[in-house]
T-cell receptor, first 114, second 114 residues
């Protein structure tokens, strides 16, 4: 079974609307990373969450990590065409701090309709 | 913005050829990683390195090899390319000792083996 699950797999949202993407881990996270990927390109780092209950924001994107450190949500307010892309969460379960790389979810494909 | 570079960005090559994918970073990071991403699929770690002369295999078995002779350079080599090697290869780096470690990604190399 998948250790890190993202939902939804794809999302079509009208421009200006809010949206939420979820990432659920099968075990307690040491760190949770959110990245954005344009089709066929590399990953752009958005945010990293480590503490239970932590919340971070960057422009119109807010990410939260639950108290149990097993679920994170990414919320976009007033979506814009520039938000379109693939959003990936990456899990670090190792207290050594990602020494062996991250485990990624399958991603959420976000399409913004004008 | 991360200073990590990958060349070539796109490569179309025939079966049996030897290829080297280049990855360089100017951030002085000790840790470097190679991930493989098939279309529509999640990233899988294939190699990583803690520093010069250190190379480790990742979660996903790969016929590729890596070397780390210089801190800033982490090339990936396929001795004899096959169509099954067709994929996107993403290089990343992170600063060792900053737990958790944020990984910064290059733009990727899209490989097509005919």
């Amino acid at each position: 079974s998948q250790e890190l699950e993202q939902s939804p797999q794809s999302l079509i949202v009208q421009e200006g609307k809010n949206l939420t993407i979820n990432c659920t881990s099968s075990k307690t996270l040491y760190g949770l990373y959110w990245y954005k990927q344009k089709y066929g390109e590399g990953l752009i780092f958005l945010m990293m969450l480590q503490k239970g209950g932590e919340e971070k924001s960057h422009e119109k994107i807010t990410a939260k990590l639950d108290e149990k450190k097993q679920q994170s949500s990414l919320h976009i307010t007033a979506s814009q065409p520039s938000h379109a892309g693939i959003y990936l969460c990456g899990a670090d379960w190792d207290s050594g701090g990602g020494a062996d790389g991250l485990t990624f979810g399958k991603g959420t494909h976000l399409i913004i309709q004008p | 913005e991360a200073d990590i570079y990958q060349t070539p960005r796109y490569l179309v090559i025939g079966t049996g050829k030897k290829i080297t994918l280049e990855c360089s970073q100017t951030m002085g990071h000790d840790k470097m990683y190679w991930y493989q991403q098939d279309p529509g699929m999640e990233l899988h770690l294939i190699h990583y390195s803690y520093g010069v002369n250190s190379t480790e295999k990742g979660d996903l078995s790969s016929e590729s090899t890596v070397s780390r002779i210089r801190t800033e350079h982490f090339p990936l080599t396929l001795e004899s390319a096959r169509p099954s090697h067709t994929s996107q290869y993403l290089c990343a780096s992170s600063e060792y000792g900053t737990a958790p470690e944020t990984q910064y990604f290059g733009p990727g190399t899209r490989l097509l083996v005919l």
